[in-house]
């Protein structure tokens, strides 16, 4: 059955939480003082800072690498990275209409850094160290004027470029022993180089910012001091601190209205400092490296990001921080709504568990195993207790208010816990490890007790899911099986095998058929009584089936995966009913709340989307 989705209603996006930290100066103010710009995955997000209200600029094929907004906000710049030998994308917005101006193709594999000139005439773009090139663009024509090798010869890779102040055709460019201003020669059709003489001092510079007089160039370095180079003459002038120099670098930098400097570095200190001594005025650490700094107005507001996508507030004059967002800084593994509502959902990644706000958006717990990776998670029915799989062959529960680690159970897998499900009377637990072993675990006021470990599949299990009754399982597994288990006399009910890797499975919601999907972009509907297949569904076009659920009441059911497409579907017809188009990664989980009001997908950046359900209950 062929899938088509033209002219299928998109679903409508509510909220987003998510913010890619490792992008260098990712996060910016717009000149209007109103709306935070920044990436995540492949998209462009605008945020009112007021009312926290998001739009989605959509066009990149990959991840976003680096952003520029020009000095009027007429303009966003955006670059992103692509596969070896492919053309990686500039392109420029057009930020009244929220519409691509410009589509720029010059830069091979990824695109390093942006900017703009002051009167937005030209642009400049720099490739990364696969390309190595800076490229001047013309704005209006949208044509490439000319371009240049970034570094010479002897020096290392290009990192960084930054517009004059005041003159449309000077810039600045810098990286490992590189530090050129250049000057376009408009008739010519090219541009020029002079090289900065830093004496005996051979940095690695990370960042650039042009004082507002177009006097100075500050130049942050890997080795944790800061250059001040003369822009006219290239010579130094300065460099420090002398002392105490920024542990892990200086990862970014801003010059504020009355010179002195903001300083970000890779440990996590944001430090202002003086401009003519370095000395340290004011400083706060902040939980890992700063990625950004982004001034609102007058210098009366800054914002901050951080490489573990964290953003923080800052008033200038008490210098103190709020948390204003957080997300996760990887992948998002597993997804799980609290049963019997739609107020609270936890999702786990790389080294940690969240708890999160349905309506707000907002993180209320976080749970943190340094060094460990949580594979799945599920919330027991009676909301006692997170139960998750960590990839050191531990279950781990904890309590979700406090997040107080409440019981282990050491050894569970011997190559780590890969999936998780807990039983309705919130006593018992099925776990599966990369074994291809599934066990069923016994939960007691003073410990636990394995009650049985059963051995058919022969690769990691990927997915569990319990039946109401709590009498019998099915789990899925990479080896192309699923398995119906009877969860009292531990013996297989039913088996199946197919030429797939399973990733995941569920009942439907009357209990009478079950769903596989996987690497075979198949939806295949079982009848749970003799495993036979009754329907098959083609559910992408590329890539494999990450996740899917049904619906309370049966009636539809969600896929996400490699497609970076959510689909609901209707159950009884197996048509797609609605598509939800805005993730920039492969989806890797999704679920549906109970009463079908919302609906929460995750993805391999990171990202949660929160879209709302077009099936509401009659209820």
Not at 576 to 600: E, Q
Not at 605 to 615: E, N, S, V
Request: net charge neutral; glycine share 10%.
């Amino acid at each position: 059955m062929a899938l088509a989705t033209q002219g299928v209603p998109q679903l409508e996006l509510e909220a987003v939480i998510g913010f890619n930290g490792h992008v260098f100066s990712g996060l910016r103010v717009h000149p209007d003082q109103e709306h935070l710009i920044y990436p995540l995955g492949g998209s462009v997000i605008l945020k009112r800072i007021e009312d926290g209200k998001q739009e989605f600029l959509h066009g990149h094929t990959d991840n976003v690498t680096c952003i520029s907004v020009s000095r009027s906000g007429s303009y966003i710049a955006s670059g992103q990275v692509t596969f070896m030998g492919s053309e990686a994308a500039v392109i420029i917005w057009d930020y009244a209409q929220r519409t691509i101006y410009a589509q720029l193709l010059d830069h091979k594999v990824k695109v390093e850094a942006l900017a703009f000139s002051p009167n937005e005439k030209y642009l400049v773009s720099l490739g990364g160290q696969d390309d190595g090139r800076i490229v001047v663009w013309n704005i209006e024509t949208k044509q490439a004027i000319c371009g240049s090798l970034a570094s010479p010869r002897s020096a290392g890779d290009c990192l960084t470029v930054q517009f004059s102040n005041t003159d449309d055709n000077v810039f600045v460019s810098a990286g490992s022993g590189t530090l050129r201003v250049w000057e376009l020669d408009l008739p010519n059709r090219k541009i020029r180089p002079t090289e900065c003489q830093t004496g005996k001092l051979k940095r690695t510079v990370k960042c650039v910012q042009i004082s507002e007089d177009d006097q100075f160039i500050f130049c942050g370095t890997t080795s944790g001091d800061i250059m001040k180079i003369n822009l006219k003459t290239g010579l130094l002038s300065d460099s420090g601190p002398a002392k105490d120099k920024y542990s892990m670098g200086v990862n970014v930098l801003r010059v504020l209205k009355h010179g002195d400097l903001l300083v970000g570095s890779g440990s996590g200190t944001l430090t202002l400092c003086s401009r003519t001594s370095f000395k340290t005025l004011k400083k706060v650490q902040l939980e890992k490296g700063v990625t950004s700094i982004a001034m609102r107005g007058e210098g009366q507001q800054f914002f901050v990001g951080t490489e573990v996508a964290q953003m923080y507030c800052f008033g200038c004059d008490d210098f103190k921080e709020e948390l204003i967002s957080t997300s996760h800084n990887s992948a998002v593994k597993d997804v799980v709504i609290v049963y019997g509502t739609s107020e609270l959902f936890a999702t786990c990644s790389e080294e940690d568990i969240r708890l999160w706000h349905i309506d707000m958006s907002k993180e209320l717990l976080r749970i943190t195993v340094p060094n460990m990776t949580c594979n799945s998670l599920d919330i027991m029915v009676d909301g006692h207790s997170i139960i998750s799989a960590w990839n050191d062959g531990k279950i781990r529960v904890f309590g979700p208010e406090s997040g107080r680690l409440m019981h282990i159970i050491h050894d569970a897998h011997r190559m780590g816990v890969t999936a998780i499900a807990g039983t309705r009377d919130s006593k018992r637990i099925i776990s599966g490890g990369g074994d291809g072993q599934v066990c069923a675990w016994e939960l007691q006021p003073q410990g636990h007790r394995l009650l049985e470990a059963m051995k058919k599949h022969r690769a990691a299990i990927t997915c569990i899911k319990i039946k109401s009754d709590s009498k019998e399982c099915v789990t899925a597994s990479a080896d192309g099986t699923w398995i119906i288990w009877d969860i009292v006399r531990f013996v297989s009910l039913q088996m199946g095998i197919a030429n797939t890797h399973f990733r995941t499975v569920c009942y439907h919601p009357e209990e009478y058929q079950i769903i596989t999907s996987g690497t075979d972009r198949k939806v295949v509907y079982r009848d749970v009584f003799d495993g036979s297949a009754i329907r098959e569904l083609e559910a992408s076009q590329s890539g494999s089936i990450n996740g899917v659920h049904v619906s309370q009441d049966g009636g539809h059911f969600v896929t996400g995966g490699d497609d970076k497409l959510v689909k609901v579907w209707d159950y009884m017809k197996g048509v797609v009913t609605h598509v939800g188009v805005a993730h920039s990664s492969s989806i890797t989980s999704i679920k549906i709340c109970s009463n079908n009001r919302i609906l929460i997908s995750t993805s391999a950046d990171g990202a949660i989307l929160r879209w709302r359900f077009p099936h509401p209950s009659d209820s």
